[in-house]
Each structure stands twice: as C-alpha cells, then as structure tokens.
C-alpha cells in the first residue's frame, strides 16, 4: 500500500464530482454505472490513471471551484469492465490519500485540477495508544452487539496501530451520513479523527444495546399468535418481492370487492368498512376471524337493494292463480288488488295475510301459487315447535357458532329483498326459558315497524316492508292477540264434493299418475270412482286424504301392469273398493232411526267440521247431572244452562214434574276418547234433553249448532261453513242455524245451500218444533 510521501501526482487530475460519495484513503471502491459518463474514467488513463473524488456543496455556487468542499481523495482506476450481462461497467478504485485542489485547469468537457496531496502528522503517545485500543474494544462490542463487519475488517483492526488508518476504517463502518463522513474525511489531525470515531461508535452501540435491550423485552413478552403474525407479515415481504400475490391478500381484497358492490346502505357501509379493518389486523387461525369474516359475508351477501320486478299483468296473475287452485275466491280477490295498486303506486308495504283454514285446503301451495303470479322467490319457514326467540332475531356475535335469524338467512339465500316469505303453522310456536319467538314476530310482521328490522347478529337495520309475508293456521285461538292484530286473516274452508271432484280431475289425478308411472293415454279414473273415494274413504275438509287415495290406487295400477296382467283402461266404484278395500265412511244420518233422547249436533275442528251425537237418558237416584265424552269447561257449562232452561220452563215445554224430580240425568256425547269444548252445542243439548224428558223422538236428517242462554235465546257460532259441509257429507236434511248467522250464508257454497234446508231460529222453542217429531 503506497504511503502519502510516496505518490507522485501529474500536473493534472481528472476530478469526478458526487453528491453522496466520500471516499477516504486505504479503501477500495466499486461502482456500477449503466448509462452514465464515463469520460472521467477515460481521462484517468491519460493522468496515470488517477482521479480525485470530491464532493458538491449542498448550497449553490456559480464557480466550481468554489462549489466543492475543500479536501477529497486521489483514488487510483484499478479496473474499468464493460459488463455484457446488463449492459452496466464496473469501476474498482483505491483511495490514496487525502488532497486539496490548488488551481483548477480545465472545467469542461472533463474537470481538471492542479492538486496537492495533504499530509498527516501525530505524536504518538499513551493518549493515542490508548484511544487506538480503546476503538478497537468498541468495534469488538458492535459486533458482539449484531453490528456486520467482514472478518478481514476484524483481523486488520488487531494490527493497525496507526490512529489516521484506524479512525478512517471505523468511520467507514459506523454508517455515518455522506455529510457526516466528509466532515470526518476534512479532519486533518488523526487524533482528532480518532476522538469523533469514538464518540460516533459509543453512540451507535448504546443504540444497539438499547435496541437490543428492547427485543429482549418483546421477545420475552411475545407469543405464539404475535411471533406467528411476525413470521406472515414477514412472507408477505417475501412474496411482494416475489411477485407472488398472497393468498390472504386475495381473499381481503375479494372481500372488499364485495362490499363495494353490495349497494349497502351509508350507515351499513361504515360498520361494513370498520370490520374489514379491524379484520385485517386479526390472526387468521383466531376463532375470532371466523366469526368477524362470516358477520362480514353475510353483510356483503344480503340483498339491501336488490329486488325481483312484479309482473303486473293483472290477467297473467289471475290465470297463474285459477290455474293452480280451484276456488278460493276471496284470497285470489285479495291477492289481485295488491297488485292493482302496485301498478299505480311503486312504493307500498308488503301486505302481512293469515290464512286460517283446516289441513289440506292449499294453504302452503297457495304461498308458491301467489310468488309464481307475482314474479317472486318464494320462502318457506316452518314455525310449528319453534321455542327460541334466536331462530327470529339471530344469536348476539359474542361466540363463535353465531348465526344470523332465520328470517335473514332465508332473505340471504334468497339473495331479494322482495320475496313471498310464507310462516307456516303460525298457530303451533312454543314458549319455554329461551324466550317467546311469537313476541318477536311483532316488530317482523307489523308494516309500521319491520322498515328498520334488527337482527341482533347482523346489528344493523334491514328494511322488510317491500316482503309480502303470508302466515298459515290451523285456528286462530292459539295466535297471540297482539300477533294477530297485525295481520289480515283471509278464512279457507273446506272442499264441497264437488269441488273436491274438480280438484281430483284437474289437479291430483294428472300430478299423482305422472310420480306413479301410470299413462294418461291408457288408463282413465272415472267420474263414479272419484265420488266413490271422496264419499266412502275420505271426510276431511281438505284433500290430502283424498291425494293418499289416488297414490294408492295409482301405484296398484302400476303393480299389475310390472306383474304383466291386464292393465286397466277405466278406474269404477268396484275397482276403487277392490284396490281401497270396504268403505271406511257411512252416512251416519241416513243409516240411524228416530230416537228419543238423541239429537245431531254440529262441531267445529281444526280438520273442519264434524258431525256429533248428543245423548241423554234417566235413572232413579239422587237429582243430578252427569256429563261424559272427553268434554271441556265451556261445553260442560252448556249442558248446565241448557237443564237449567229445561227445569225453568217445563210447564211451557208440556214436561211433567215427575219426569225429573228423583232422576239422574246423564247426557254422553260418543267418541268419548276425543277432546270437546265450546258452547255451540247448547241448543243440541237442550234439544236432547227435552226429546227425553217428553218421550217425543228427535228426527236424525235435522242438525242445529247454536250457544243457549239461561232464557232460550239462540246465540251466533263461528264455522258455519264447515258445520254446514259436515252436515250435508253426513246426509243431513235440515241445518236449524242461530238467526244472527244470517249473514254467513254468502260463503255458503250453492251446492250446499240446494242440497240443505236452513232454517234460522232466534229462540230454543223454534229448534224444538222443528227438531222433535210431533205426536
């Protein structure tokens, strides 16, 4: 290595001018440059191949010699290589030692200069032995400490003695600013050099102990989940440097594509936007992400703006309904003027309908028939059994396995915010300790409230005005009366026969020989054999019986024609009996004679109506009143006013004293295993009484439905309909009907009205005259 009283300098130096380059003597420097000027290089060769690297004040100066700072270094052009590889050259140059520019030559096209090397003097003494061993203990430090220095670095350390090369080779490894370096490159006195080395490298290892001390401490407190964040964000450096997309970052950023595109409202979109974050920050393997990406699944999923378009083509409705179901006049009414108004008026509250009728009417399949003439998706939600207020309103997100309602999710599949949303079995919701879910039903089916429904998984509110909700019962009586105010009940009553026959042609047979396999085109049901099924093997008010039969003779059909007997061209009355077996049903009436004591009555069930016998008869022994067949509260409070009505007008009624004075009366109403209740049965009760008390017979072909009062009067009864289609299935001839029923009789079918005399009666002597045979 030569030394500073060994370099000879030409006249001329070529100067390479830098802003952020500080070259000091002893140190080899290599650069790459693509693309740049390299004249200066070039010129080196003609001046021995030397140069001085200098650097460019920050502040601006006119003259160049005044814009460099006053000492660089001479550096010797060890090696200039074009590299074919990426076009780049690659320049290895020596530092020398320090020097000053004295004049300058030539400023373009290459700076030259006239340059005087600077020379270095000390004394060594214990101060400088003592700092030079003093820095080498501290560089040793740094390294225990993390700081990289190259071994050949370290082993020249132990050698070098001179304080100018020891303060040079620390300071180019303390990571000091190209400003700070030029500083320590301007200082001439070694020893001076020496004490600002050591004070920079005592800095910089209380920051490396200090930073150590802090990873200590972070490390120790660290866990598993932290160290495993560290090592993900760590990998997603990697893979950005890669140009590989991470799969985490995919998904976040499928996520946020999502909500952009869910048409949210603002203030959903704030919460929206407040999650993902939140989000982002969250341990992928936390139970808590998958509670925090579901909730935001189901936000981004839900249809907030999102709807099917009505078809508002009145006509079309109306043939989709009439081709679906037969009858059913009123609800097809109803149904038509909710669309005449949607065609005049977008904006409207879904209406909330209850269809209250037996089993088996179409209450169910109604709901599907009114979404295909409305252009809808149609939901189906079971309520029978439901005893969680959580299936409605959804579980709170304060555990993992939370979920939304079953209101929202079923919204969610649906992906419309405008479906027919049918309740089934509305009557049939439980209650126990997980809350009352009918109670919840309020704020769903109240279209004063349900705009800003809050599902307390999804905590935000969801407008379910534009859902037609469509609720189905059996009965009404079990329905909460706040529940019930809320919605528009639209009654379904029973089948007539002969409905029940185009029913059958139109609808069962087709759909039940097409899932059962017999052709249309061979085999035929004719019109005796379906009023054999619908009179000997079914009395419903519905047809889900009637369905049953079909299938069955269907499937029979199907078995001969695999056994290869002859197939059957037409379904007969004889065929139905050999297939069905003996009729299971009898005209009760018809079949029975006159006799006294036993009167027809009329009951109300949630099958539809049914036809009762009401039996009274005497026995010596104490006076009382015995009454047994399963009845309640309310049909045994009957019995007691309809004697009391008795005794107080026998004299009237033509009943002797002796006849119940010492007599124990028992009335029994049969199917005693079957629960009965309900005050429509006063009059029959009465009726019975005074046929035995007067020895006069009742006449079978006559029922009477209707509540008594203390006096006689006759009061009104719900479900005539289905009584009246009971009586007539039983070959009843005469129906005695409370006068205040009048009005009911436009539900009547006709068929109904021609095959039964009605007759309304206001006082319990009409029933009597028209029930009792006279003498």
């Avoid at 999710?409 to 300790?433: T, Y």
Wanted: glycine content about 6%; some cysteine.
């Amino acid at each position: 290595m030569p030394t500073t009283q060994s370099i000879t300098l030409p006249e001329s130096v070529p100067l390479y001018i830098q802003s952020e380059l500080v070259a000091f003597p002893y140190m080899m420097i290599t650069l790459y440059l693509r693309g740049a000027d390299l004249s200066v290089f070039e010129e080196s060769r003609k001046h021995d191949s030397l140069l001085a690297i200098f650097m460019r004040r920050e502040e601006h100066q006119v003259e160049l010699a005044e814009a460099l700072r006053p000492i660089g270094t001479v550096c010797k052009l060890v090696e200039l290589t074009h590299l074919t590889s990426d076009g780049s050259t690659k320049i290895t140059l020596e530092g020398l030692a320090r020097c000053t520019i004295q004049e300058m030559v030539e400023e373009s096209p290459v700076p030259l200069a006239k340059l005087e090397i600077v020379r270095e003097f000390y004394e060594k003494n214990i101060v400088t032995d003592a700092l030079v061993s003093s820095l080498s203990a501290l560089l040793k430090i740094a390294l225990s400490y993390g700081r990289p220095l190259p071994e050949d670095v370290m082993k020249m350390v132990d050698y070098i003695d001179t304080p100018a090369r020891l303060a040079d080779l620390v300071a180019i490894y303390c990571n000091l600013p190209p400003n700070q370096l030029q500083e320590m490159l301007e200082t001439i006195d070694p020893v001076e050099r020496l004490k600002k080395v050591y004070l920079h490298l005592t800095e910089d290892i209380q920051r490396l102990q200090i930073k150590n001390e802090i990873q200590s401490e972070v490390s120790r407190r660290v866990g598993k989940t932290q160290k495993e964040y560290l090592l993900r964000e760590q990998m997603k450096h990697i893979q950005e440097e890669l140009g590989e997309e991470d799969p985490r970052n995919a998904e976040m950023n499928e996520l946020r594509k999502k909500i952009e595109s869910a048409t949210m409202p603002q203030e959903v979109r704030i919460i929206a936007d407040r999650e993902i974050k939140r989000l982002d920050r969250i341990n992928p393997s936390s139970p808590e992400y998958t509670v925090s990406r579901t909730y935001l699944d189901y936000l981004a999923g839900m249809p907030w703006q999102k709807g099917t378009a009505d078809n508002r083509d009145i006509n079309e409705a109306e043939r989709v309904l009439d081709e679906d179901h037969y009858n059913l006049k009123k609800v097809k009414e109803r149904i038509l003027e909710y669309l005449a108004v949607r065609t005049v008026k977008d904006k409207m509250k879904g209406p909330i309908l209850c269809f209250v009728g037996p089993p088996g009417v179409g209450k169910t399949s109604l709901g599907k028939s009114i979404a295909r003439a409305l252009g809808r998706k149609f939901i189906r939600m079971s309520l029978g059994g439901m005893r969680d207020e959580a299936e409605i309103r959804g579980h709170r997100r304060t555990y993992i396995g939370a979920l939304p309602g079953r209101i929202m999710q079923e919204i969610f599949r649906a992906g419309s915010n405008n479906p027919v949303f049918m309740l089934d079995e509305i009557d049939k919701i439980g209650l126990d300790f997980r809350g009352d879910p009918a109670s919840a039903l309020l704020e769903v089916l109240d279209p004063e409230q349900n705009s800003t429904f809050t599902d307390h998984y999804l905590d935000v509110p969801f407008d379910l005005s534009n859902v037609m909700f469509i609720t189905t019962a059996n009965q009404l009586d079990p329905i909460p009366p706040a529940l019930k105010d809320r919605m528009e009940v639209l009654q379904l009553s029973g089948y007539t026969a002969e409905e029940k026959e185009v029913i059958a042609a139109r609808f069962l047979i087709p759909r039940e020989m097409e899932e059962n396999g017999v052709s249309g085109e061979t085999t035929r049901f004719g019109e005796a054999a379906i009023r054999a099924v619908i009179d000997n093997y079914t009395r419903e008010a519905g047809v889900r019986n009637l369905q049953r039969n079909i299938a069955s003779i269907c499937r029979k059909v199907t078995k001969e024609k695999t056994q290869g007997k002859p197939e059957r061209v037409e379904i007969t009355p004889a065929i139905v009996e050999e297939f069905l077996g003996p009729r299971k049903f009898f005209n009760e009436v018809a079949a029975e004679a006159d006799r006294v004591g036993v009167v027809t009555g009329l009951a109300w069930t949630e099958s539809g109506g049914d036809i009762i016998f009401v039996e009274a008869t005497r026995m010596q022994g104490k006076e009382e009143l015995i009454l047994t067949g399963s009845l309640g509260d309310v049909m045994k409070e009957s019995a007691r006013a309809a004697l009391s009505f008795v005794e107080a007008n026998r004299d009237e009624l033509g009943i002797e004293a002796t006849s119940v004075a010492g007599m124990t009366i028992h009335i029994h109403v049969p199917a005693g295993s079957i629960p009965k209740d309900g005050p429509s049965a006063g009059i029959t009760i009465a009726t019975a009484l005074v046929s035995l008390l007067k020895g006069q017979p009742a006449r079978r072909d006559v029922a009477m439905t209707g509540e008594i009062t203390l006096t006689g009067r006759i009061l009104p009864i719900g479900g005539l309909k289905e009584k009246a289609l009971a009586a007539r299935r039983a070959g009843v001839k005469t129906l005695l009907v409370p006068a205040r029923n009048r009005d009911a009789m436009e539900d009547i079918p006709e068929a109904v009205k021609n095959d039964l005399e009605f007759i309304f009666i206001e006082d319990a002597r009409e029933a009597l005259l028209n029930a009792l045979k006279q003498p």
